[in-house]
């Protein structure tokens, strides 16, 4: 992969300081430390880190069309590059390299904003076109690669592939965002398009923005959604057939690389199908990578062992000490702005295990949310069932009372937390979905936000993120909305953040099929009892695999990525986490209820609750506004 940064100037020429765009791209050196160019003229200035992955040999950037008029700096991999340069050869471009960042060059000189239909594959881009004297930034479909930018002074546009590439810019204010404190502490994360600072900006996944010189700065265009348009369905037994046949089509695209190319196994449903589809695709023996846990309830390497001797990979396994909490102030630094997804620690680790043998990587993220594999989706429809015998007017006074007087079992499994379900059953479904999936609840963040930040917010709520993309769904289907929710906020938000700086942290890049998105799109229009049937999560998915992986390893409880946060904060972390949220920067920035944060600490620290995603949440806060300008006053 990649890293790009750039400046331009909305209303005129400016000079801009060649020594500052070298500082900006510097930041990102570890997206690409192969090498490194610089573009400046009057108004425009854009840089490039390139990590090389195909023609080495000439795909240096900044790089331009043949006619000079257009410069391009690129993020990603276009898989369908060999069509389009024939297309494009045919109406007469002459092209100078074998790389997919000359395709995008003149697939804009053809078909101008609308060259992004076209493009298949991962990316984020900045194309200065001079004869329009303009900066078109786009990003892919489903926001893997990601794309950050702001306006500053209301003249110059700034760009980057990493937050801290804006960051760079002495001319970026560092104010607080507050929707963005209540987003995050709600879920986590902090969604498209928001950025934890004011007027800083993510472009959404699927969408472009066309900066004009002379002209204000336009709102986002959206260029694709999840269509979830019905699909034509024979017998089941050819649904498998059919669906297996386009995994591998997605994958086969994704194994073209002139360095070392492997994936990511951890043994569960999704890694796994990449490994059997690649392993029946190649000659070669797939590289493969898992990391497994001194804790055997995280410790998924048996499974990932199994499919490894299956295929006969050349496997290579490390097990992490459940202790590894050295990386907090590292993910803090990766993530420019609060990030609270523990995962992310694993993840590191599997990313620098992978990056010792290739620089390429598949993975299986997308299956969950493509084949509705969360247990979150089977406990959501349950309670939709309940939701759609009895009217809002009856659920909301009933199980709304019985929430807040039933005892909150922290201790108990998921299924027998009836405070929780009351709790979503006196909600509509969006708002009780986002009840499910958020770190802390409405009450919580009541208690722990100071008066100056409720006066701030103004009464926003993170539920409008929610309602935003729910009314804006192409499904009314209970099961297929929470699934479009969590492609809009979770899986860009958290899950593809987590793996682009991640891997872009040891220079990996990892290609993930599951997320192509004519697959996609497929997978969308499919009947929803084809994902979801019974209990039973990825219905058709497992069974178009069982064929090539075993009954365990398809049909074992969910593990996924997990740290023992609630023992790290009575044990090790103890008195870091009472430093950091009750002696240090958080009381200076005014932003909470400090009587009630030394509640959590307290009551957590005792044994009396188990409060781990909430501190966890605010002492990455902290770690990852350190040096910022948060206070309110």
Known sequence: MCGIAGLFDTVGHSEFDRNLLQAMNQTQFHRGPDEGGVFL????ALAHR??????????????????????LVYNGEIYNFGELAQELKARGYQFRTRCDTEVIIYAWQEWGEACVKRFRGMFAFALYDKVRQCVFLARDRLGIKPLFFSVLDGQTLVFGSELKVLKAHPGLSRKLEPQAVEDYFTLGYIPEPKTIYRNVYKLRPGHTLLVERGKPVPAQQEYWDVPFAPVAVGTEAELCDELYSRLREA?????????PLGAFLSGGVDSS??????????????????????????????????????????????VVASDDFDLLDTLAGLYDEPYADSSAIPTY????????????????????????????????MNEERLRGALPLGVRKPVFGALGRLYPK???????????TTFESLARNSVEAYLHSVSLTSEEQRKAMFSDALHRELQGYRAVETFNYHANRSPTDDPLSMIQYLDMKTYLVGDILTKVDRASMAHSLEVRVPLLDHKFVEWISGLPVNYKLRGQEG?????????????????????????V???????????????????????????????????????????????????????????????????AVR
């Open 409 to 419: 079992l922290d201790w108990a499994p998921r299924v027998f937390r009836a405070k």
């Open 41 to 44: 003229e009057p108004g425009v």
């Open 273 to 318: 199908a990449v490994v059997a589809a690649m392993a029946q695709l190649q000659q070669d023996p797939v590289n493969t990578c898992a990391i497994g846990f001194d804790v055997a309830q995280y410790n998924e390497t048996d499974f990932a062992r199994e499919v490894a001797q299956r295929y006969h990979t050349n496997h290579l396994e490390r």
């Open 538 to 562: 990825k219905y058709i998915l497992k069974k178009a695999l069982e064929p090539h992986l075993s009954h365990d390893v398809l049909y074992r409880p969910k593990m996924g990525f997990g």
């Open 50 to 71: 390139r990590l090389s992955i195909i023609d080495l040999s000439s795909g240096q950037q900044p790089m331009f069309s043949a006619d000079g008029n257009v410069c």
């Open 251 to 259: 994958v086969d695209i994704r194994l073209v690389a002139e360095v």
């Open 564 to 630: 023992p946060l609630g023992k790290w904060f009575r044990g090790p972390l103890k008195q870091r986490l009472r430093e950091s949220l009750l002696d240090g920067g958080l009381a200076q920035t005014g932003l909470f209820n400090q009587h009630y944060l030394e509640k959590l600490v307290n009551d957590h620290q005792s044994g009396l609750r188990e409060y781990s995603a909430p501190l966890w949440s605010l002492m990455m806060f902290q770690a990852a506004i350190a040096d910022d300008d948060f």
């Open 349 to 380: 680790r599997v990313c620098q295990l992978a990056r010792e043998r290739v620089t390429v990587a598949l993975s299986g993220d997308g299956g969950d949310e493509n084949f509705a594999g969360y247990r979150r989706y089977r406990w959501h």
